[in-house]
């Protein structure tokens, strides 16, 4: 079958933010609190044939297996790291500036309008040259209209949503895919499974996903090493949010638009607090959240900072079924610490900050990963977070200059009004549209195989200026990050340059 690749007309181009260096982040694990809230899912059909501009076409033929539970949090922490060299465009750096305030809130633009459209490399087909569809052949997931990927997510379990921003930022790109053109005359699909928090529903979603999907794309669970070995048994390509267990990372099917390496922490983020906050980083207490591969990250990320100077005086894991956290905050204040770290889902942190708040205790530093970089804590937190710094891999959601953002947050309100952009969701659009981009290139030799093969050679991947550089093909942990803080409700970044980059250090811990 011999199909046009691209069967709608381009728009004009729009202004790409120039690409990021490399960055690392603490990825999520999961850990439990009941979250309240519940979607207004669109059908993908009625998506895209209401979105402005999109024209006559092909929809998304819309999910199966549905979602459990409703927009509930993206909870957690995991693996992952932040950042090298040294502040100010010291060795290492990237910035190349003299250290000083970073930018405020937004990096201007105008809100995402409704089914906006993409020009060049952030076209819905990134702009890539499209290869021959001669030869195409229908196999597992593909038939004469449509190409079937999975999304295998955590849904219901302990939170009940707690990375369905993963599959919502799927069905985006999708949505905004088919609004566009198609591989060799085809849809995309998309089949939602639940990994429901566990390590064997994961590996039952996979089973799943190799009998009726192509590939799966997007993906985000916490135990996410149940179904590592079936993906790679049945060659299944698996280009996932993030990898967050070892297990998936040594699949040799299996990526991801942030992959890490847990005994490869970046020295930035330590390196900025070194120089920032000298007295601070003397007296540390870290607290992690007491599931999945965090406690075994924690211990990489205190070997790591430890090494840039800090002294860690407290380091304590918390149940996840702990709700008593004044212990913990007792602990902090004997130790005499300046600065706390916590690692675990947003939820927790407010509890965190509820009881240091009770106790009169404010450190001069109180930092966490991206995980709270999400309007949800925002409002649940209140005047308790205000002056949380966070490392962040991805420009401030409310960034309109970056134009895969806008697309992002345009086609997220698109298939699920109300929904919240958030680290997971941005990595799994970066994933999707990398899943697109190979498909579209590869045309008629698109296989598992072939998409596999060209899978291991992708560098420097930004999904067009959404996040800093990933090693995808090497999977790798990135090693740049930005600093934010929470000022009166609003984000707003605070280290220099547009990122912190540089040398990385191996604890030889493993994780």
């Known amino acids: ?275 920032k906050a000298p007295e601070a980083v003397k007296s540390v207490a870290m607290f992690y959240v007491n599931a999945g591969a965090a406690p075994a990250n924690a211990a990489n990320f205190r070997a790591a900072w430890e090494k840039n100077g800090w002294d860690v005086k407290v380091f304590e894991a918390i149940d996840t079924a702990e709700f008593n956290y004044a212990p913990y905050v007792q602990q902090a204040k004997d130790a005499g610490a300046q600065l706390v770290n916590y690692t675990g889902p947003y939820q927790f942190t407010v509890r965190l900050q509820q009881a240091m708040k009770q106790q009169g205790y404010e450190p001069e530093v109180f930092l966490q990963d991206a995980t709270v970089h999400d309007q949800r804590y925002v409002d649940e937190a209140g005047a308790d977070g205000d002056g949380t710094y966070v490392y962040s891999q991805t420009p401030l959601f409310d960034d309109y200059s970056v134009a895969e953002m806008k697309l992002y947050r345009s086609w997220l309100q698109q298939v699920d009004p109300g929904a919240q952009p958030n680290t997971y969701g941005v990595f799994a659009w970066s994933a999707a549209r990398l899943f697109v981009e190979q498909a579209v290139a590869l045309g008629g030799k698109l296989t598992r195989a072939s998409l596999v093969e060209r899978m291991g050679g992708v560098k420097d991947w930004t999904g067009n200026g959404i996040h800093v550089p990933q090693q995808v093909g090497a999977e790798t942990t990135a090693n740049c990050a930005s600093i934010i803080q929470l000022s009166n409700g609003t984000w707003k970044k605070v280290s220099p340059g547009e990122y912190l980059c540089g040398s990385m250090t191996n604890t030889g811990l493993g994780g």
């Open 1 to 275: 079958m011999t199909t046009s690749l691209r069967t709608r007309p381009r728009v004009p181009h729009l202004p790409r933010r120039r690409p990021a260096r490399r960055v690392a982040v603490l990825v999520a694990v999961v850990a439990a609190a009941s979250l309240a809230a519940c979607g207004s899912r669109m059908d993908p059909d009625t998506v895209v044939g209401m979105s402005a501009g999109t024209g006559a076409g092909a929809g998304v033929p819309g999910a199966e297996g549905g979602l459990v539970g409703g927009t509930g949090g993206d909870a957690g922490s995991v693996p992952g790291t932040v950042g090298g060299g040294d502040l100010g465009g010291g060795a290492g750096s990237s910035t190349g500036g003299t250290g000083g305030a970073g930018t405020g809130s937004t990096g201007g633009g105008d809100a995402p309008a409704a089914g906006a459209q993409g020009g060049g490399e952030n076209a819905a087909d990134g702009g890539v040259e499209a290869g021959s569809c001669d030869g195409f052949e229908n196999q597992t997931g593909v038939t004469d209209d449509t190409i079937t990927i999975a999304n295998v997510s955590d849904i219901s379990g302990p939170v009940p949503g707690i990375f369905e921003s993963a599959q919502q930022a799927t069905q985006a790109y999708a949505a905004y895919f088919n609004s566009a053109g198609d591989v060799c005359g085809r849809s995309l699909k998309v089949l939602d499974l639940d990994s429901r928090a566990d390590a064997g529903a994961d590996q039952q979603a996979y089973a799943r996903a190799c009998e009726e999907a192509f590939a799966a794309v997007g993906s985000m669970s916490a135990f996410d090493s149940g179904g590592a070995r079936t993906a790679q048994d049945c060659g299944l390509p698996d280009i996932r949010s993030y990898s967050v267990n070892g297990d998936r990372t040594a699949c040799t099917t299996c990526f991801a638009a942030y992959a890490v390496q847990p005994n490869l922490v970046p020295n930035a983020m330590p390196q900025f607090w070194a120089k």
